[in-house]
């Protein structure tokens, strides 16, 4: 898995949405700097979690898919002798 790469506008976002969740759930004021430094964190640590479950669901999604052209195939076929 490569590193998740953030632009500067999703990371201004989210800082963002982490100051005001600080500030709104947890009567708790954080910084830029520390809002950065969690999302690094979570990214690393958290981030691997939710990249295999979402490679678990495309791939779940895929058999699926798979499974339904198969069918529609077989009703493609014609009657043999």
């Known amino acids: ?5 953030l632009s500067q506008d999703q990371t201004d976002r989210m800082v ?12 708790q004021d954080i910084g830029s700097f520390e ?3 969690l999302i690094d964190f979570f ?3 958290v981030g691997p979690h939710f ?3 979402a490679l678990a669901d495309a791939s779940r999604i895929f058999v699926e898919k798979a499974e339904d052209a198969s069918y529609l195939v077989q009703e493609l076929e014609k009657p043999s002798i």
């Open 51 to 53: 990249y295999n479950q």
């Open 1 to 5: 898995m490569k590193d998740i790469k």
């Open 16 to 27: 963002r949405k982490i100051k005001r969740y600080f500030a709104d759930e947890l009567d």
């Open 35 to 37: 809002a950065e430094f």
């Open 43 to 45: 990214a690393k640590e």
